[in-house]
C-alpha cells in the first residue's frame, strides 16, 4: 500500500503466503468508516467473543511505528502477539504486520474504497505464512482458515451494523456518562459509543476520579461534572447470581440497585445544566414467573423478590422524571454472549451434552448483547422515547428448545436434563427465580418504536457470537456477502 496514494496499491504475495481477501460495502463514507477503525477501542470491539484474545496494551493509533500488544492462547497456553502499523493513509486505508506471534508472518491490509458520498466498501486483504513450513500447513492450515473465516464474518458484520445506527440515527456528537463499565453491556455499550464519535465518561464507584471520569458519590464537585453532560447510563448494580442468595446477599442485591439509582437520580435533578437523558438498567424479572402468558410492557409486575427490585429500582428513576429529566427503563431479558451472563454458564454444560432445565417448558425471553447496545443507542437517539422498554428478541423461546438450538450450533445434542429438584437443592431460591421461572415477554415498544434487531432469531445470534458463520475468501466462488 502507498501511504501517500489512494490505498488500492497491495504488493503482491510471497511465494509461500497464504491469501485471504473479504469484501463488505459500509453504509458510511470512507471517512466516516476510516474514523470508526480510528478511534480508541475498535480492535477490541472486533475480537470476537469466542476468541481467548484480549488487548494488553496499545497506542491507540494506526500511525506508521503504532504498535499493539495482544494476549492469547493457541492450544491452550498462553502467548503474546505483537503487531506493528506499517502504512496510514486516511481515509483510503492502513496496514499492520506480526512482528511476533503465532504465524510466520502475518501482513494485513485495509482498504476503504468510496461507493458514493453515503457508501463505501471495505477490503480485508491477509497474506500470512504458518510456521513449521510445509509441516504447519499441513497439521494446522485447514483450522487456521476456518479461523480466518470466521474472525472476518464476525468483523464484517458488526462493522456494518454499527454502522448502520450511526447512518440511520445521525446523531450530533454527545458527552455520555456510564456505569457499570466493566460489566458486559456497559463495556459494550461504551466501546460502541466510543466508536460512533461520542465522549464517554465512565462513573466509578470511588470517591474521586480522574478528569476523564466521574465519582458521584463522592465529594460534590465530582457530581458537578454531570454539568454539560448530555446523557447517563446507569447499569450498575450487584450480580443477582453471584452466590446462593441469603438474606444478607438479596439485602445488597436490592440496595445496590434502589440506593445509588435514587442517589444518581436526585443528582441529576439538582445538576444545572445537567443531563436531559437518564437511561437506566431494570429487568424483565418485574413480571415475575407467569406461564405462557404474552408479557408487554403494561402487563403488572409480579410478587416474588425480582420482581420486588425491579419495581423499587425504576422508582428511584422518580427525583429525575420530576425534574424534567427523559427516563427510560430498559427491561433486560436473558443477554447472550459466551463472554458473560447466561451463555457463558451454559456453554460448559451444553458442551458435556446437557439438556433441559426442569421440563424445559418454561419461556425464555432472551436477546443478543449487540441488540441490547443497539437498543440503547436507539433511547439516546430518539428524544420522544420514555418509560420502560423491554429489552428482548421478539422470538422468545421455551428452555428445551433453547437448549436443542444451542446443541445443534456447537454440534453436541442436548442430552441430559437436569431436574428441577436438583437444581433447587444447589441453588436455592436462584433456581426458580433465574431458571424455572417462565417469562415470555415481547419488545412491543421497541418495535412500535422503530428499532431494528439485528438478531431476532435465536440460532443465528448463537451461530453468530460462537464463531459458527463463515465468509470464504473472495476468490472463492462460493464467496457469500456475510450478513
Same mark, same amino acid.
Given at each position: 500500500?502507498? &501511504?501517500?496514494?489512494?490505498?488500492?496499491?497491495?504488493?503482491?504475495?510471497?511465494?509461500?503466503?497464504?491469501?485471504?481477501?473479504?469484501?463488505?460495502?459500509?453504509?458510511?463514507?470512507?471517512?466516516?468508516?476510516?474514523?470508526?477503525?480510528?478511534?480508541?477501542?475498535?480492535?477490541?470491539?472486533?475480537?470476537?467473543?469466542?476468541?481467548? /484474545?484480549? /488487548?494488553?496494551?496499545?497506542?491507540?493509533?494506526?500511525?506508521?511505528?503504532?504498535?499493539?500488544?495482544?494476549?492469547?492462547?493457541?492450544?491452550?497456553?498462553?502467548?503474546?502477539?505483537?503487531?506493528?502499523?506499517?502504512?496510514?493513509?486516511?481515509?483510503?486505508?492502513?496496514?499492520?504486520?506480526?512482528?511476533?506471534?503465532?504465524?510466520?508472518?502475518?501482513?494485513?491490509?485495509?482498504?476503504?474504497?468510496?461507493?458514493?458520498?453515503?457508501?463505501?466498501?471495505?477490503?480485508?486483504?491477509?497474506?500470512?505464512?504458518?510456521?513449521?513450513?510445509?509441516?504447519?500447513?499441513?497439521?494446522?492450515?485447514?483450522?487456521? #482458515?476456518?479461523?480466518?473465516?470466521?474472525?472476518?464474518?464476525?468483523?464484517?458484520?458488526?462493522?456494518?451494523?454499527?454502522?448502520?445506527?450511526?447512518?440511520?440515527?445521525? +446523531?450530533?456528537?454527545?458527552?455520555?456518562?456510564?456505569?457499570?463499565?466493566?460489566?458486559? /453491556?456497559?463495556?459494550?455499550?461504551?466501546?460502541?459509543?466510543?466508536?460512533?464519535?461520542?465522549?464517554?465518561?465512565?462513573?466509578?464507584?470511588?470517591?474521586?476520579?480522574?478528569?476523564?471520569?466521574?465519582?458521584?458519590?463522592?465529594?460534590?464537585?465530582?457530581?458537578?461534572?454531570?454539568?454539560?453532560?448530555?446523557?447517563?447510563?446507569?447499569?450498575?448494580?450487584?450480580?443477582?447470581?453471584?452466590? #446462593?442468595?441469603?438474606?444478607?446477599?438479596?439485602?445488597?442485591?436490592?440496595?445496590?440497585?434502589?440506593?445509588?439509582?435514587?442517589?444518581?437520580?436526585?443528582? =441529576?435533578?439538582?445538576?444545572?445544566?445537567? $443531563?436531559?437523558?437518564?437511561?437506566?438498567?431494570?429487568?424483565?424479572? =418485574?413480571?415475575?414467573?407467569?406461564?405462557?402468558?404474552?408479557?408487554?410492557?403494561?402487563?403488572?409486575?409480579?410478587?416474588?423478590?425480582?420482581?420486588?427490585?425491579?419495581?423499587?429500582?425504576?422508582?428511584?428513576?422518580? $427525583?429525575?422524571?420530576?425534574?424534567?429529566?427523559?427516563?427510560?427503563?430498559?427491561?433486560?431479558?436473558? +443477554?447472550?454472549?459466551?463472554?458473560?451472563?447466561?451463555?457463558?454458564?451454559?456453554?460448559?454444560?451444553?458442551? *458435556?451434552?446437557?439438556?433441559?432445565?426442569?421440563?424445559?417448558?418454561?419461556?425464555?425471553?432472551? =436477546?443478543?448483547?449487540?441488540? +441490547?447496545?443497539?437498543?440503547?443507542?436507539?433511547?439516546?437517539?430518539?428524544?420522544?422515547?420514555?418509560?420502560?422498554?423491554?429489552? /428482548?428478541?421478539?422470538?422468545?423461546?421455551?428452555?428445551?428448545?433453547?437448549?436443542?438450538?444451542?446443541?445443534?450450533?456447537?454440534?453436541?445434542?442436548?442430552?441430559?436434563?437436569?431436574?428441577?429438584?436438583?437444581?433447587?437443592?444447589?441453588?436455592?431460591?436462584?433456581?426458580?427465580?433465574?431458571?424455572?421461572?417462565?417469562?415470555?415477554?415481547?419488545?412491543?415498544? *421497541?418495535?412500535?418504536?422503530?428499532?431494528?434487531?439485528?438478531?431476532?432469531?435465536?440460532?443465528?445470534?448463537?451461530?453468530?457470537?460462537?464463531?459458527?458463520?463463515?465468509?470464504?475468501?473472495?476468490?472463492? &466462488?462460493?464467496?457469500?456477502?456475510?450478513?
Amino acid at each position: 500500500m502507498n &501511504p501517500t496514494g489512494d490505498g488500492t496499491n497491495v504488493p503482491p504475495p510471497h511465494a509461500g503466503d497464504e491469501r485471504y481477501r473479504a469484501k463488505i460495502d459500509l453504509p458510511v463514507s470512507a471517512e466516516e468508516a476510516f474514523a470508526y477503525h480510528e478511534r480508541p477501542g475498535c480492535l477490541q470491539r472486533l475480537t470476537p467473543p469466542w476468541e481467548s /484474545v484480549r /488487548v494488553e496494551s496499545s497506542d491507540q493509533s494506526l500511525h506508521v511505528g503504532s504498535r499493539v500488544v495482544m494476549k492469547a492462547k493457541v492450544l491452550g497456553m498462553p502467548l503474546r502477539w505483537r503487531a506493528r502499523h506499517t502504512e496510514y493513509s486516511p481515509p483510503h486505508g492502513f496496514a499492520d504486520t506480526q512482528d511476533a506471534g503465532p504465524f510466520h508472518s502475518w501482513n494485513h491490509f485495509h482498504q476503504f474504497q468510496p461507493i458514493n458520498d453515503y457508501q463505501c466498501d471495505l477490503t480485508d486483504d491477509l497474506r500470512y505464512r504458518l510456521p513449521l513450513g510445509w509441516a504447519g500447513r499441513l497439521l494446522g492450515g485447514r483450522l487456521a #482458515r476456518r479461523a480466518i473465516e470466521s474472525l472476518f464474518a464476525y468483523r464484517h458484520r458488526i462493522t456494518h451494523d454499527d454502522l448502520a445506527l450511526h447512518s440511520r440515527y445521525a +446523531v450530533a456528537p454527545m458527552t455520555i456518562a456510564i456505569s457499570g463499565t466493566s460489566g458486559l /453491556v456497559g463495556s459494550s455499550i461504551a466501546s460502541l459509543l466510543t466508536l460512533l464519535g461520542h465522549r464517554v465518561l465512565p462513573i466509578t464507584r470511588g470517591d474521586k476520579a480522574d478528569s476523564d471520569a466521574i465519582a458521584p458519590w463522592g465529594e460534590p464537585q465530582e457530581a458537578r461534572k454531570l454539568r454539560g453532560v448530555d446523557a447517563v447510563i446507569h447499569l450498575a448494580g450487584k450480580s443477582i447470581a453471584s452466590g #446462593r442468595w441469603s438474606k444478607k446477599l438479596k439485602s445488597e442485591i436490592l440496595s445496590s440497585r434502589v440506593e445509588k439509582t435514587r442517589h444518581l437520580a436526585e443528582l =441529576i435533578a439538582s445538576c444545572e445544566d445537567g $443531563p436531559r437523558t437518564f437511561l437506566c438498567a431494570s429487568a424483565t424479572g =418485574i413480571y415475575g414467573s407467569c406461564g405462557d402468558a404474552l408479557l408487554t410492557e403494561q402487563s403488572p409486575p409480579g410478587d416474588d423478590f425480582l420482581s420486588g427490585v425491579a419495581v423499587e429500582w425504576e422508582r428511584a428513576c422518580q $427525583p429525575a422524571v420530576d425534574a424534567g429529566c427523559r427516563v427510560a427503563h430498559a427491561r433486560l431479558g436473558i +443477554v447472550l454472549d459466551p463472554n458473560g451472563g447466561a451463555l457463558q454458564k451454559m456453554l460448559l454444560p451444553a458442551k *458435556l451434552a446437557g439438556g433441559r432445565l426442569g421440563n424445559g417448558r418454561q419461556w425464555w425471553s432472551w =436477546i443478543g448483547l449487540d441488540d +441490547v447496545v443497539g437498543g440503547l443507542y436507539h433511547l439516546l437517539a430518539s428524544d420522544s422515547l420514555s418509560g420502560p422498554f423491554n429489552f /428482548v428478541s421478539p422470538n422468545p423461546i421455551q428452555n428445551a428448545d433453547f437448549v436443542r438450538v444451542l446443541g445443534k450450533v456447537i454440534g453436541i445434542p442436548a442430552l441430559f436434563p437436569a431436574p428441577a429438584p436438583l437444581l433447587r437443592f444447589a441453588l436455592g431460591e436462584m433456581a426458580d427465580a433465574l431458571l424455572l421461572a417462565s417469562s415470555r415477554v415481547t419488545p412491543n415498544r *421497541l418495535l412500535e418504536s422503530g428499532y431494528q434487531f439485528r438478531f431476532p432469531e435465536l440460532a443465528d445470534q448463537l451461530r453468530y457470537c460462537l464463531g459458527r458463520v463463515r465468509k470464504p475468501s473472495q476468490e472463492d &466462488p462460493s464467496d457469500e456477502d456475510g450478513r
